[in-house]
């Protein structure tokens, strides 16, 4: 069965940093890539980030460039979300999923984190 | 940056009706369309790709069309289960973008 398991969420004030981790299992997980999608409370959602299987291929939203930096451990079946500078429009659920291909529908979604930023 | 927009964005909608959700791309899209249900509390759920590929386990009672420009997600006759909020999201190229949903409730 395939799982996938983020954490690392948590409350954070606004400029800090804070690292998302998502466990994967059940599958082949340098077979798949993956991605970050987040969802604002009551809100809709909003792809974050993807990966490629070899770690390349590596895309982001526009309201994330150059502050979140997604990576992946195939040798520990991981997804990473580095999340910098953080504000207050970054409070949300963040979901990990895998596709088949770096441009793919999500096949599998985690039960997610929140990340709630706030003074 | 491509642009969906889902209309509409709320539905009432009785147990047996036939429901039509519209999303409309900003640009050509080709068929690079998915989607998807999700329900309060949960993860989304992925009901169909390529515009009109249906996913396994989803009921034949969902279905999709469309190419280019504007797509549709039509529920034949709406079941008690089928209440949730419904997105779309274009695979054409990155930033990959979701319309606004669109949320079906009981009349």
């Known amino acids: 069965e395939v799982q996938l398991v983020e954490s690392g969420g948590g409350l954070v004030r606004p400029g800090r940093s804070l690292r998302l981790s998502c466990a994967a299992s059940?599958?082949?997980?340098?077979?798949?890539?993956m991605h970050w999608v987040r969802q604002a409370p009551g809100k809709g959602l909003e792809w974050v980030s993807g990966i490629r299987w070899d770690g390349g291929g590596i895309e982001y939203a526009d309201s994330v460039k150059g502050r979140f930096t997604i990576s992946r451990d195939n040798a520990k079946n991981s997804l990473y979300l580095q999340m910098n500078s953080l504000r207050a429009d970054d409070t949300a659920f963040y979901y990990c999923?895998?596709?088949?291909?770096?441009?793919?529908?999500?096949?599998?979604w985690g039960q997610g984190t929140m990340v709630t930023v706030s003074s | 940056d491509i642009q969906l927009t889902q209309s509409p964005s709320f539905l009432s909608a009785s147990v047996g009706d036939r429901v039509t959700i519209t999303c409309r791309a900003s640009?050509?899209?080709?068929?690079?369309l998915a989607w998807y249900q999700q329900k309060p509390g949960k993860a989304p759920k992925v009901l169909m790709s390529t515009a009109s590929t249906l996913q396994s386990g989803v009921p034949s009672r969902f279905s999709g069309s469309g190419s280019g420009t504007e797509f549709t997600l039509t529920i034949s006759s709406l079941q008690p289960e089928d209440f949730a909020t419904y997105y779309c999201?274009?695979?054409?190229?990155?930033?990959?973008?979701f319309g606004g949903g669109t949320k079906v409730e009981i009349k």
């Open positions: 640009q050509g899209i080709s068929s690079y």
């Open positions: 059940g599958f082949i997980f340098d077979d798949y890539a």
């Open positions: 999923g895998k596709s088949n291909t770096i441009l793919a529908e999500v096949h599998s």
């Open positions: 999201q274009q695979l054409k190229s990155y930033p990959l973008t």
